[in-house]
């Protein structure tokens, strides 16, 4: 790992660490605590910016490269954005500080684990950005949040044991737990398979793939919304591209043996998905469910993993949906907040009341249904791509038409918002800071256009990965 | 620069037309006609300085070029024409709309629809070619849910749903044309080698696309809903513009990029043009709602395009094309009066209409003229069109294509039934103290005046339009040779 990627995510670490510690020592404000983040912020991400490829330090267990950097600057935004939302809508909450801490330690846990190259740093990384969060989620917001917080912590739990389970088992075969070393000496054997089965199923506890996904929707209307933002927008896509990591540059040998698998729970889980997305009323459920049909767009760029597209469409869908997933959970989280609006009848009519917040929105979920030219759409058209690539043109059939019906309940938000008369009358809460919310909104919205656009920093990231692990 | 300049300067005055709202009411119709002009000024100079051939006025902005993701514009003949048709129903809609409520979001989704409008028509890369299309779909969307009427959402939902699912079959095709030719751009597909079932498999996922979007028989049951519901400047729109992308997609797209297929598929496409044909003249008899009938002829003319581009020879392609222009003008006026007729007597129903003639003659005679130029009075658009559509058709598909002739009589039925229920015949007493009741305003009859203008003119002299194209429908179809 690069030296300057390491201090990065360590300064990142410590601001959280500490932003407790200078709260009880100097009880700061919202606004000091968001600009002593910020700081934070701004110095990672300009380490992690002038890191190199080269690394000196913990070789064996992380690697800085295109990837990592890309990812890890653009988590760092997305993060940044979280936390300035956070801030100002929860600004009178005694506890925000401690929150804020929790996402700022969770995503140096998610920068570590995109840039892991061992199971154990892997692992611990992971974990590292969990730990926060089943914090985040346990913050008291209202009764559902310790259901929640209980569910996400024993499913967490028993994922990360499952994984356990079959990291031993490469283990015992190779002595190693080393990527590199993994791949020289793995060889096809039926336990490779098994052990690579249990990692999967890890990583579809934390990913909500069918059928582990049954956390997912619970967790993420019990929490603070703000909090579901980095769940299931930032630390999806760390884990997607720590799982990329996994498949191409551990699990080479048996790849090939795996594209059945994820072709499959592909197609389920965004069936699944989208199916049960539709029946719900409120949003922040349509949200959840629309999060595992997303979970299943990019299985089938894994179910690809034969053909270079695929690393192209991994890493383009991570990198726009971080910022769409994100975004949505944050706009969702104003509305809750300022109108109490929680179902799709409560919707009616916001375009009227809040039209900057509700056109952001619209957005994002114009990118989430892959509507041109927001990245949600490019970064589909390379998922399908890659699927057509590789042979499997009825998985990109079933993505696709998955994705014309996902449409249905994306259009139908924003049909309450714009076409419907309001029915809330008055806001529940005061935001005086809700100019400025607009704002880190804003810019994720112009970030998700001009990735939609200018797709040259993702392809170049990805070719770099190509190049690294030899596709 | 031109050519991005039309894109993008609609796209950009689109927020400004809605912050507009906030300093005056009337600001937003102002931006939107300025920047209509601005088109309309444009497609002048296109045309002017159009060499007569070929793609001219290339623009080539790299974007991605490993994968053949760059914006490159260009126009030719085709695409020359229905950039006319685009400036000139901007000019007429913003006119139209020159009362409309709400007008700031109006005018911006207006604004934001006729970027990706003309982006649709100039762009030669099939990616960015499916980006403007499928963008198009959001402006319309709001505007059919916003300013339709009663049951604008349901046909909003309807529309976006049916239109979206069938551009992910348009957008299958273009990736596994991408696949196997490794190119987005038109320059390099046209006429592209490709392995027979890759090639019939992509011909058939885009036809889907551009089917729905025409619409034919059996993709069409999303139009009478949306143009029913729709506000009639944007029934205009929807039928000047919207269909012309199928049409126009099938031409550049299909036909051109693979003709072989085009050939073996030829037949199909012929037998469901005379299908949609005699369906949605049928239909338009049996319809008493005014507006629903005149959609249901608009799908009629569809399929005399279809029919068209089906014949494959210069002079069948350059009927087809015809038709299209002929179709905008005409369906435009239509739509406009039988929404006036709407708006005047608050009923959409024939039956319950009579004598309208007693009292709006103005806008009842353009009216009139407008349906005689609808069911092919020799002197206007409709008459050219479909004649050399069905002589085109005549000469390659032989004597099966008399048939067709009949569905003109079909259309000329509905069309003379109506008129002599609704606009001739004694006033219906309900009507006759009907305030609302009066003609048009100047300014609401510019833009009827401008149809019936603009089709008698190219109805006169169809050279005016043929001309334009004639030279790139002739090089092109050299390739079904």
Known sequence: ?471 | MVLLSMILVPVIAAPFAYLAEKISKDLPKYISLAVSFFLALCTTYLVVKYPGSGFAFEEFYPIYPPLDFNLHLAVDGISLVLLVITSFLAITVTLSSWNVEKSGAYFFLILLFLGPMVGVFVSLNLLWFFIFWEFTLVPMFFHIGIWGAENRIYAAMKFFIYTHLASVFLLLGIVVLFLNTHTFDFLNLAGVSLDTSVAKLVWILMFIGFAVKMPIVPFHTWLPDAHVQAPSPISVFLAGLLLKMGAYGLLRWELFVLPEESKFFAPLMAFIAVLTIFYAGFRALAEDHIKRMVAYSSINHMGFVLLGLSVLTASGISAAIYEMVGHALIISLLFMVAGYIHHKTHTWYISELGGLMKKIPVLMTMFVIGVLAAVGLPGTAGFVGELTVMVSAFEYYGWIMIIVPLASALSAGFFMWMLQRAVFGPLKDSFKGLSSLKELSLIENIPLAMYILAFILVGIVPSVVFDVYNLSVDTLSQLFK
């Open chain 1, 1 to 471: 790992m690069n030296i300057n990627f390491l201090a990065g995510v360590l300064i990142l670490a410590l601001t959280g660490a500490f932003l407790p510690v200078i709260n009880r020592i100097f009880k700061i404000s919202g606004i000091l605590g968001s600009i002593i983040s910020s700081v934070g912020y701004i110095l990672a991400g300009f380490l992690i910016c002038l890191s190199q490829d080269s690394g000196k330090i913990l070789v064996e267990f992380f690697t800085t490269d295109a990837v990592s950097r890309f990812i890890g600057f653009l988590i760092l935004i997305a993060s940044w954005m979280t936390m300035l939302v956070i801030y100002w809508v929860l600004q009178k909450n005694r506890f925000v500080n401690e929150l804020i801490a929790s996402l700022l330690i969770s995503t140096a846990g998610a920068l570590l684990l995109i840039s892991s190259t061992n199971f154990v740093s892997l692992i611990i990384a992971m974990e590292l950005m969990a730990m926060p969060t089943y914090l985040m989620v346990l913050f008291s917001f209202d009764d559902k949040s310790l259901e929640a917080g209980v569910k996400y912590f024993f499913s967490s739990a028993l994922a990360i044991g499952v994984m356990l389970f079959g990291v031993s088992l490469l283990y015992a075969i190779t002595g190693s737990f080393n990527f590199e070393v993994l791949a020289n000496n793995l060889f096809k054997d039926p336990l490779i398979l098994l052990a690579a089965i249990f990692i999967l199923a890890g990583f579809g506890f934390k990913l909500t793939v069918f059928p582990f996904h049954f956390w997912g929707p619970d967790v993420y209307d019990g929490a603070c919304p703000g909090v579901v933002a980095l769940l299931t927008g930032i630390s999806k896509s760390a884990a997607f591209i720590a799982l990329m990591r996994v498949i191409y540059e551990a699990l080479p040998a048996i790849s090939n043996n795996l594209t059945f698998i994820f072709a499959l729970l592909a197609a389920i889980t965004m069936t699944v998905g989208n199916l049960l997305a539709l029946a719900q009323k409120r949003v922040s459920r349509i949200l959840a469910y629309s999060s595992v049909a997303h979970t299943g767009y990019t299985l089938i760029a894994f179910a690809a993993l034969s053909v270079p597209l695929s690393v192209t469409g991994i890493v383009y869908h991570s990198v726009a949906y971080i910022f769409m997933k994100t975004a949505a959970f944050l706009c969702f989280a104003v509305f809750l907040y300022v109108w109490g609006a929680r179902t799709m009848d409560d919707y009616k009519g916001l375009g009227k009341r809040e039209p900057i917040l509700a056109a952001l929105f619209l957005i994002f979920l114009l990118s989430l249904a892959g509507v041109p030219p927001m990245a949600g759409f490019i970064s589909k058209v390379f998922v399908f791509a890659a699927a057509v690539d590789a042979g499997m043109v009825w998985l990109a059939l079933i993505g696709l038409l998955n994705s014309a019906f996902s449409v249905a309940y994306y259009i139908w938000i924003a049909k309450q918002m714009y076409l419907e008369e309001p029915t809330l009358k008055e806001p529940i809460n005061n935001l005086s800071s809700k100019k400025f919310i607009v704002i880190p909104l804003s810019i994720m919205a112009v970030i998700l256009i001009v990735l939609g656009i200018f797709i040259n920093p993702v392809l170049d990231v990805s070719r770099d990965f190509l190049l690294k692990v030899g596709l």
